[in-house]
């Protein structure tokens, strides 16, 4: 569902930023209009420039210190991407990209790409892990391999071991009662 609002969003936003942009430049002029575009372009251009170094310096000084640089890479990927968001020609690109640039929005969003990053990461490893354990997963539920190489349902439940020296066992045909 994700990725498919994903790619409706991708294919909707080149026309509505061209119909944003044709209506801003009927309400404020042709010229203003690509000013305001050029002059996005080289914001975006700046922060790129200017970000790229700033996140290679912090990540080389954690690194140097034996810290993890993951804040400081997560952060410099945010702000890059708003300065490739502004270098897009849009006003809805821009405004994702000044969004991009308050720090506790910034924050935010990165906090809550990384949740899911790392939920899909676990939720693939456990696929793989039952995939090498022989289980395999059905609409139904999930199925698995016995010590005789036959699959069949996978049933989770508790057992107690009652006297294992019974008497005799049932007979085919005949119900245990307790």
Do not use: C, N
């Amino acid at each position: 569902m994700l990725r498919f609002a994903l790619g409706l969003f991708l294919i909707l936003l080149p026309v509505l930023e061209l119909a944003l942009l044709v209506k801003l430049g009927q309400a404020i002029g042709i010229w203003t209009t690509l000013a305001l575009v050029v002059g996005a372009f080289f914001l975006g251009a700046a922060i790129i420039s200017r970000q790229s170094t700033k996140v290679l310096h912090q990540t080389l000084e954690a690194m140097s210190e034996g810290r993890a640089p993951a804040a400081s890479v997560v952060d410099g990927f945010f702000l890059l991407t708003a300065g490739g968001l502004l270098l897009l020609p849009g006003l809805i690109s821009d405004v994702l990209a000044f969004l991009l640039l308050v720090p506790p929005l910034r924050h935010a969003v990165a906090r809550w790409s990384m949740q899911h990053a790392l939920y899909r990461v676990d939720l693939f490893h456990r696929e793989e892990q039952e995939r090498e354990a022989g289980v395999r997963r059905t609409q139904g539920g999930t199925y698995g391999h016995r010590a005789g190489g036959q699959g069949g349902p996978v049933i989770d439940g508790e057992f107690e071991r009652l006297d294992e020296t019974a008497a005799e066992p049932p007979r085919p045909g005949e119900r245990l009662l307790r």
